[in-house]
Protein backbone atom coordinates (compact mmCIF):
# COMPACT_ATOMS: atom_id res chain seq x y z
CA UNK A 1 0.00 0.00 0.00
CA UNK A 2 1.33 3.36 -1.31
CA UNK A 3 0.00 6.55 0.61
CA UNK A 4 0.71 9.98 -1.20
CA UNK A 5 1.01 13.63 0.32
CA UNK A 6 1.41 16.81 -1.46
CA UNK A 7 2.82 19.82 -0.75
CA UNK A 8 3.95 23.05 -2.13
CA UNK A 9 1.22 24.99 -3.35
CA UNK A 10 -0.16 28.54 -2.85
CA UNK A 11 -0.72 31.91 -4.21
CA UNK A 12 1.73 33.21 -6.89
CA UNK A 13 1.67 35.88 -9.32
CA UNK A 14 1.90 35.13 -12.74
CA UNK A 15 5.10 34.43 -14.36
CA UNK A 16 6.51 33.67 -10.74
CA UNK A 17 7.29 29.47 -9.54
CA UNK A 18 6.22 26.92 -7.00
CA UNK A 19 7.88 23.50 -6.29
CA UNK A 20 5.45 21.06 -5.32
CA UNK A 21 6.39 17.99 -3.11
CA UNK A 22 4.80 14.38 -3.05
CA UNK A 23 5.98 12.44 -0.30
CA UNK A 24 5.34 8.91 -0.20
CA UNK A 25 5.11 5.80 2.11
CA UNK A 26 6.13 2.68 1.32
CA UNK A 27 9.08 0.97 -0.16
CA UNK A 28 7.72 -0.27 -3.43
CA UNK A 29 7.49 3.78 -4.51
CA UNK A 30 10.76 4.24 -6.14
CA UNK A 31 9.63 1.57 -8.64
CA UNK A 32 6.07 2.77 -9.20
CA UNK A 33 5.82 5.55 -12.14
CA UNK A 34 4.47 8.46 -10.75
CA UNK A 35 2.25 11.36 -12.17
CA UNK A 36 1.51 14.74 -11.76
CA UNK A 37 -2.43 15.67 -12.71
CA UNK A 38 -4.61 18.87 -12.19
CA UNK A 39 -8.26 19.52 -12.13
CA UNK A 40 -9.53 23.01 -12.25
CA UNK A 41 -13.21 24.31 -11.14
CA UNK A 42 -15.50 22.67 -13.54
CA UNK A 43 -13.04 20.55 -15.85
CA UNK A 44 -12.06 17.32 -15.84
CA UNK A 45 -8.62 15.70 -14.29
CA UNK A 46 -6.09 15.98 -16.63
CA UNK A 47 -2.53 15.20 -16.76
CA UNK A 48 0.71 17.00 -16.39
CA UNK A 49 3.38 15.03 -16.13
CA UNK A 50 5.09 11.81 -15.26
CA UNK A 51 8.29 9.60 -14.58
CA UNK A 52 9.32 6.47 -14.63
CA UNK A 53 12.37 3.94 -14.60
CA UNK A 54 15.70 3.89 -13.36
CA UNK A 55 16.94 6.60 -15.75
CA UNK A 56 13.87 8.85 -14.71
CA UNK A 57 11.73 9.24 -18.28
CA UNK A 58 9.77 11.85 -18.49
CA UNK A 59 6.63 13.39 -20.30
CA UNK A 60 5.04 16.76 -20.50
CA UNK A 61 1.60 17.82 -21.06
CA UNK A 62 1.83 20.60 -24.44
CA UNK A 63 0.77 23.02 -21.80
CA UNK A 64 3.19 22.79 -19.44
CA UNK A 65 6.14 21.69 -21.66
CA UNK A 66 9.53 23.76 -20.92
CA UNK A 67 8.12 25.15 -17.83
CA UNK A 68 7.26 22.39 -15.73
CA UNK A 69 10.51 19.68 -14.65
CA UNK A 70 9.21 16.69 -12.60
CA UNK A 71 12.22 15.15 -10.69
CA UNK A 72 12.15 12.01 -7.74
CA UNK A 73 14.08 11.43 -5.11
CA UNK A 74 14.52 7.75 -3.94
CA UNK A 75 16.27 8.61 -1.14
CA UNK A 76 13.08 10.61 0.17
CA UNK A 77 10.30 8.53 -1.43
CA UNK A 78 9.53 11.37 -3.26
CA UNK A 79 8.64 13.48 -6.13
CA UNK A 80 8.50 16.90 -7.13
CA UNK A 81 7.45 19.27 -9.23
CA UNK A 82 9.25 22.61 -10.12
CA UNK A 83 6.67 25.10 -11.78
CA UNK A 84 7.97 28.74 -13.47
CA UNK A 85 6.52 31.00 -15.57
CA UNK A 86 3.40 30.06 -14.13
CA UNK A 87 -0.26 31.32 -15.67
CA UNK A 88 -3.50 31.96 -14.65
CA UNK A 89 -4.70 29.27 -16.39
CA UNK A 90 -2.30 26.67 -14.53
CA UNK A 91 -4.50 27.15 -11.53
CA UNK A 92 -5.89 24.48 -10.49
CA UNK A 93 -5.87 21.58 -7.57
CA UNK A 94 -2.57 19.45 -7.71
CA UNK A 95 -2.48 15.75 -7.74
CA UNK A 96 0.09 13.32 -7.21
CA UNK A 97 -0.86 9.80 -8.31
CA UNK A 98 1.42 6.33 -8.45
CA UNK A 99 0.60 3.23 -10.87
CA UNK A 100 1.75 -0.32 -9.63
CA UNK A 101 3.10 -1.08 -13.22
CA UNK A 102 4.50 -0.41 -16.65
CA UNK A 103 1.52 -1.50 -18.58
CA UNK A 104 -1.05 0.65 -20.18
CA UNK A 105 -1.27 4.86 -20.19
CA UNK A 106 0.45 6.88 -18.16
CA UNK A 107 -1.28 9.62 -19.00
CA UNK A 108 -5.01 8.85 -18.55
CA UNK A 109 -6.43 8.93 -14.50
CA UNK A 110 -8.36 5.71 -14.49
CA UNK A 111 -4.45 3.75 -15.05
CA UNK A 112 -2.81 5.50 -11.49
CA UNK A 113 -3.97 3.19 -8.36
CA UNK A 114 -2.74 5.65 -5.59
CA UNK A 115 -3.46 9.23 -5.48
CA UNK A 116 -2.88 12.24 -2.96
CA UNK A 117 -5.66 14.33 -1.21
CA UNK A 118 -4.15 17.42 -3.73
CA UNK A 119 -2.83 20.87 -3.24
CA UNK A 120 -4.10 23.74 -4.36
CA UNK A 121 -2.26 26.16 -6.65
CA UNK A 122 -3.89 29.19 -8.00
CA UNK A 123 -1.85 31.71 -10.22
CA UNK A 124 -3.48 35.87 -10.26
CA UNK A 125 -2.77 37.85 -12.89
Known amino acids: QVQLVESGGGLVQAGGSLRLSCAAS????????TGWFRQAPGKEREFVSYIYGSDGITAYATSVEGRFTISRDNAKNAVYLQMNSLKPEDTAVYYC??????????????????WGQGTQVTVYP
Open 26 to 33: GRAFSTYP
Open 97 to 114: AAKRDFSGSFTRVIAYDY
